[in-house]
């Protein structure tokens, strides 16, 4: 469905994105993860076909965006990072005009626009005024507009970042529901559960270059270990103690505010601890997640 070699995306001197090869395959949900700034919303725009490639070769359902551009927007969805609804009209019409953009005839638009209002759950809302929608309809009223021309593929930036956990669930939800009907779905997150749950695939990406690539589990095979035991001190403690505990572990991390130990039992970390006398305020063992396989491939976590 997508397909990009070598994709680069300049700004003046500053290169934003270096580089890249990615391929998605149909039917999948595909994962971009990374900090801010890391080139995931630049490598979406190009994937939309609104932002030119500087350099490389990008394939969008076989076609090139710098040619087919017009073609390849009628065939995608896009949701893009900031609400860009038109907040003087209702909930419906603001489906029904972006329906007639794509030039759909007014009856099948007509029921089109019930049919995801339905989907989305906000057919009580047809009427109201986009001011008055929650941020989390707002969303959702984005996601049924991307939805409008029956995209083949649907790029979502971010789609949850911002929404209260209630309605980021619900929004998860029909994210689900759209890979179950074989959309094919592209999106960035900075939500790991969410990367972990909903992806068959994802890249990693830092200061414009994929850093990993894989399921998310076979990234976790392969840059972390099974289980972390975290640990809490008090403030400013940590440092010192992570020397004393570093032979525990594959690898200790510092953060502010704990300490992560990487092992493959957990338990046994934390009995040695104790053993060492150490005192810890909390502990916590869990398996690793994809947290875990960012922390360690950019040394940053990805909240920051
Ligand atoms: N139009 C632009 N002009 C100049 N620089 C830009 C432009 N768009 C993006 N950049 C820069 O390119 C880099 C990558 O930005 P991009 O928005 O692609 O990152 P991102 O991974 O999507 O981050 P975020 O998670 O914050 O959305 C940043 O340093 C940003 O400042």
């Known amino acids: 469905m997508i397909l990009a070699r070598g994709l680069r995306k300049s700004f003046g001197d500053f290169e934003a994105v270096k580089g890249i090869d990615v391929d998605v395959r149909r039917g999948e949900a595909f994962g971009f993860l990374g900090p801010n700034g890391a080139g995931k919303s630049s ?3 190009m994937v939309a076909a609104v932002s030119p490639v500087s350099d490389g070769d ?13 073609s390849i927007r009628a065939r995608i969805g896009v949701c893009p990072q900031e609400d860009t609804l038109d907040t003087e009209l209702t909930v419906r019409d603001n489906l029904y005009v972006y329906g007639r953009y794509f030039g759909l005839p007014r009856k099948e638009v007509r ?3 019930d049919e995801l209002l339905e989907f989305v759950q906000l057919t009580e809302k047809s009427d109201a005024m ?4 929650s941020g989390g309809m707002k969303r959702r009223l984005t996601i049924a507009r991307s939805l409008i021309n029956r995209p083949d593929v649907l ?6 970042t911002g929404l209260d956990p209630q309605a980021r669930h619900v929004v998860w939800d029909r994210l689900f529901r ?5 959309v094919t779905l592209v999106l960035t997150t900075h ?12 890249v990693v990406m830092d200061k414009g270059v994929i850093v990993a690539e894989g399921s998310p589990l ?7 270990t099974r289980e972390v035991a975290e640990l809490r001190f008090g403030v400013g403690e940590h440092d010192a103690l992570a020397e004393k505990i570093s032979d525990l572990g594959d690898r200790v991390e510092v953060l502010p505010d704990r300490l992560l130990v990487y092992s493959e039992d957990g338990e046994e970390v934390i009995a040695k601890v104790h053993e060492r006398g150490l005192q810890p305020a909390a502990v916590l063992v869990r398996r690793s997640t994809l947290e875990d396989v960012f922390l360690r491939l950019t040394g940053r976590t990805l909240v920051d």
């Open 43 to 45: 490598t979406m725009r």
């Open 191 to 202: 939500y790991m559960d969410e990367a972990e749950q909903l992806c068959d695939r994802l």
């Open 58 to 70: 990008l394939r969008i359902l076989g076609l090139d965006p710098a040619v087919d551009g017009p």
């Open 111 to 113: 029921s089109r626009v």
């Open 130 to 133: 986009v001011e008055d929608l």
């Open 155 to 160: 790029l979502l930036d971010e789609p949850t």
């Open 218 to 224: 076979e990234l976790i095979r392969a840059h972390s």
């Open 178 to 182: 759209l890979k179950q009907q074989g």
